[in-house]
């Protein structure tokens, strides 16, 4: 999308330093909110702020193609995805709901799971999305995120204080 003349028209010899550039001032741009995630699951519940973020990563998903031609648009894109993203993967699901000596395994399933929904959207996701229009592609990965969440309705439970 960033090499397309319709959308950013970023040339290839700077595609690499444009699409770093994003990457990196984001990253470092919510570090805050990795170090704040943890509180705001005590303060505010896990339910909803793991069903929120996912809720708002999808809409940005599908906002993504319409901030071109602004590469500034885009970076706050890039920045709201990234900030969604800590808030889902940094949840304390696995200390409520694992027993204390199964920790690892958990954490290693978790992880296989990452992996294997990484697999999935770069073998599956882009396979079908490649010849499509950057809209529709995008509308679609937001489509199947937004049908993953309806579950979490009804498995994420607020853990019971003893």
């Not at 069903?51 to 319409?66: A, E, G, K, T």
Request: charge should be negative; aromatic fraction near 12%; hydrophobic fraction near 50%.
């Amino acid at each position: 999308m960033l090499r397309d003349r319709n959308y950013f028209a970023i040339s290839n010899s700077e595609l690499g330093t444009v699409n770093s550039s994003l990457i990196f001032n984001a990253m470092v741009a919510t570090i805050p909110i990795s170090l704040v995630s943890g509180y705001c699951y005590d303060l505010i519940g896990r339910k909803l702020l793991i069903i929120i973020n996912s809720i708002m990563m999808c809409l940005i998903c599908y906002w993504v193609p319409y901030t071109s031609p602004s590469l500034a648009w885009l970076q706050y894109a890039y920045l709201l995805v990234r900030g969604t993203m800590i808030f889902v993967s940094c949840n304390p699901l696995i200390v409520d709901y694992v027993d204390k000596d199964s920790l690892g395994k958990a954490s290693a399933l978790s992880n296989m799971g990452t992996l294997i929904g990484d697999c999935f959207a770069m073998g599956f996701l882009l396979t079908i999305t490649s010849e499509m229009s950057h809209e529709n592609a995008f509308y679609i990965t937001a489509v199947l995120m937004m049908s993953l969440i309806l579950p979490l309705f009804f498995i994420i439970e607020e853990p019971r204080l003893l």
